[in-house]
């Protein structure tokens, strides 16, 4: 394969075939290049984007050495670079039958194939190169077919060529890391454990694989483990900035708020902080209800991302936790505003406008949640709600039977109708109901009695609540 082109090495030596083509150009004059200047000059022009400058150098080399198939190459590879893949593949085909064991030949046709999306074709090219290229070529070779098979989605092939490659480079990075998505993509992770656990009895210093077993336990829930791996790659490398954002989110998810924030200060030590770790820290903090201190890291993010969404919405969250309505309403809005299509801004915003009495606007976002996202069944409940306190119990029945259409055995929905037909001395439709949601999930009957606590009083319901189990 050629080697890569490099301008600060050839620059002076061609300097003087560069001068006299641009001479040549301007005073439309003729002049000799050899073969190789021919292709320095395409090179160079070609790395400038210049390319009605090459297409003139390969006019002018076709017409000086039509016989070279370093020339033709380059021309299939102009043809490439811009985007006519289909005019290379043309030119390449009439080469291969010269020259079928051209190692530059089958390279290129092979990255052609893969501009094409053919990539059977390009991975047929490139296996033709394996018993070709030179021992320290074959890294890229494989590389370039587990990526072919990945754009195939032929994972399990992919995880065969990579693990070729850590064979033969076990500092291979970048083949690491596909290893990991391809597991996870492929639902295997656990077979992504007991790869990285053999790999690193052979290589324990390897900062990569640390961190990919980490991020794989994390993905498993399995939080404990995966912050023993994220602590093995900062003691390899204590600048390895990943594995404090990989910890920090386990220490999170097991609820130790303090060690995460601590966690993630230690980064400040590495490099500058970022609009995300000052959002993480500030969700930490609105975890342990410290909101005034949630409020001031979530500033800070916005400081440095003025259209940092959630942020915005962490604020109105926090803003709202500490009764300060006008503020909670105002970062809210904002946060809806540069995401609007976002489920969940929606939801916190239509909590934030009811508890503040602004129940047509709530009602609003709520129905934008069951527009963006209809499988939230929690929606029809908060809806209902909305409705029955805006407007009357008729409203908020009619609501969740819209929701009962959406989701027919959710029990919540029928306990809730059955406080809400109690409300109105419906014995019938409660009881009803009432056994409609102990039949789906006699569990949830404390959320009955934690509504509407009076639904002691009335009998049929208790003799319901009493036979539960029996």
């Not at 936790?321 to 946060?335: I, P, T």
């Not at 996202?373 to 008729?394: C, Q, V």
């Amino acid at each position: 394969m050629d080697d890569d082109f490099d301008f600060n090495d050839d620059f002076q030596r061609f300097s003087e075939s560069i001068s006299r083509f641009e001479n040549m150009i301007k005073n439309d004059t003729p002049g000799f290049f050899d073969v190789e200047e021919i292709e320095y000059l395409i090179d160079f022009y070609m790395d400038k984007n210049q390319m009605s400058k090459v297409e003139k150098i390969i006019e002018i080399g076709e017409s000086l050495h039509p016989y070279s198939i370093e020339l033709q190459l380059k021309k299939a590879q102009f043809y490439q670079n811009i985007h006519r893949p289909n005019k290379s593949l043309k030119l390449l085909n009439k080469l291969e039958q010269i020259e079928p064991t051209n190692i530059d030949l089958l390279y290129l046709k092979a990255s052609v194939y893969s501009q094409l999306r053919e990539n059977k074709k390009s991975i047929e090219y490139y296996q033709k190169l394996l018993p070709l290229v030179e021992e320290d070529e074959l890294e890229e070779i494989l590389m370039h077919i587990a990526f072919e098979y990945e754009n195939l989605r032929n994972y399990h092939e992919a995880v065969n060529y990579f693990k070729q490659v850590l064979k033969n480079n076990p500092g291979n990075e970048t083949a690491v890391f596909e290893l990991t998505f391809c597991y996870e993509i492929t639902n295997q992770l656990e077979e992504g454990v007991k790869f990285f656990q053999k790999f690193l009895d052979y290589h324990p210093y390897s900062s990569s694989a640390w961190y990919n077993l980490g991020t794989t336990y994390f993905k498993l829930g399995l939080f404990e483990k995966a912050i023993d791996a994220f602590e093995f790659v900062i003691a390899i490398n204590e600048h390895y900035t990943p594995a404090y954002y990989g910890k920090a989110g386990a220490l999170f998810e097991l609820e130790r708020y303090n060690e995460a924030i601590n966690t993630y200060f230690q980064v400040f030590d590495i490099e500058e902080p970022d609009a995300q770790i000052y959002h993480n820290i500030a969700e930490s903090y609105e975890k342990l209800e410290d909101y005034t201190q949630a409020i001031q890291y979530y500033k800070k993010a916005i400081a440095l991302n003025p259209i940092y969404s959630d942020a915005y919405m962490g604020m109105a969250v926090s803003y709202n936790e500490l009764g300060q309505n006008k503020s909670a309403l105002f970062f809210a809005k904002k946060g809806v505003e540069l995401d609007e299509k976002n489920a969940d801004f929606q939801y916190i915003f239509g909590d934030i406008l009811k508890a503040n009495g602004f129940y047509e606007e709530a009602i609003l976002a709520y129905s934008k949640v069951i527009q963006l996202l209809p499988d939230t069944k929690s929606i029809w409940l908060d809806l209902a709600e909305t409705f029955r306190e805006y407007l009357d119990i008729e409203h908020a029945i009619e609501v969740l039977h819209k929701g009962l259409e959406q989701h027919a055995d959710y029990a919540l929905y029928h306990y809730r109708l059955t406080a809400y037909y109690l409300m109105k001395n419906d014995i019938t439709d409660a009881v009803k109901h009432m056994e409609k949601a102990i039949h789906s999930d006699a569990s949830e009957v404390t959320e009955l009695v934690e509504f509407y606590p009076e639904c002691i009083n009335f009998e049929e319901i208790i003799l319901l609540i009493e036979n539960i189990g029996k």
